[in-house]
T-cell receptor
Framework: GAVVSQHPSWVICKSGTSVKIECRSL??????MFWYRQFPKQSLMLMAT?????????EQGVEKDKFLINHASLTLSTLTVTSAHPEDSSFYIC???????????FGNGTRLTVT | GQQLNQSPQSMFIQEGEDVSMNCTSS?????WLWYKQDPGEGPVLLIA?????ELTSNGRLTAQFGITRKDSFLNISASIPSDVGIYFC???????????FGKGITLSVRP
């Protein structure tokens, strides 16, 4: 069964608004979660590493003020896309591993469409 | 940075056929992972490989960790329509399970 739950599975928002995506680890604690973005017909690109109790680590080229990450508990990380624009429309996927150096398990993704 | 190369971008096979996919890198990886992604969903882990030379099976899927630690292959035997999807290889490139993905191979299976 699923070990990582993501919500919502899809969202449509207007340009300029903010959208929050939740990622939960089920039945295990995750001190680290990862947020990926995937454009159509492309691979997964790591956006940021979410660290419980501390600041997220962003990959080069990802704006930390635009993609706010909060990892307030050991089972929940949130990604907020602020002031969304149409070019932010994408498939956002979170992931977590049950233990260090264990394979990542992925949520089912969130399809964001900004109109 | 470390990159994983997968080609071709798409493969088309007949139901019942076997198919092999390769993943290569110019750098050494200590772990190789194979994921499958169905449309509109997150990737699902198929097989994890941890030792050079390791050969691991999961049902009709078999994957091997190359001896040089710079490549891996995934075989699917007796393909069925539900094998359709995108197959990614991935490997850790940093601490805390941070993964790099190949570009993926889209598999189509003709009934």
């Amino acid at each position: 069964g699923a070990v990582v739950s993501q919500h919502p599975s899809w969202v449509i928002c207007k340009s300029g608004t903010s959208v929050k995506i939740e990622c939960r680890s089920l039945d295990f604690q995750a001190t680290t979660m990862f947020w990926y973005r995937q454009f159509p017909k492309q691979s997964l690109m790591l956006m940021a590493t979410s660290n419980e109790g501390s600041k997220a680590t962003y990959e080069q080229g990802v704006e930390k003020d635009k993609f706010l990450i909060n990892h307030a508990s050991l089972t929940l990380s949130t990604l907020t896309v602020t002031s969304a624009h149409p070019e932010d429309s994408s498939f956002y996927i979170c992931s977590a591993s049950k233990a260090d150096n264990s394979p990542l398990h992925f949520g089912n993704g969130t399809r964001l469409t900004v109109t | 940075g470390q990159q994983l190369n997968q080609s071709p971008q798409s493969m088309f096979i007949q139901e019942g056929e076997d198919v092999s996919m390769n993943c290569t890198s110019s750098s050494i990886f200590n772990t190789w992972l194979w994921y499958k992604q169905d449309p509109g969903e997150g990737p699902v882990l198929l097989i994890a490989l941890y030792k050079a030379g390791e050969l691991t099976s999961n049902g009709r899927l078999t994957a091997q960790f190359g001896i040089t630690r710079k490549d891996s292959f995934l075989n699917i035997s007796a393909s069925i329509p539900s094998d359709v999807g995108i197959y990614f290889c991935a490997g850790p490139t940093g601490a805390n399970s941070k993964l790099t993905f190949g570009k993926g191979i889209t598999l189509s299976v003709r009934p």
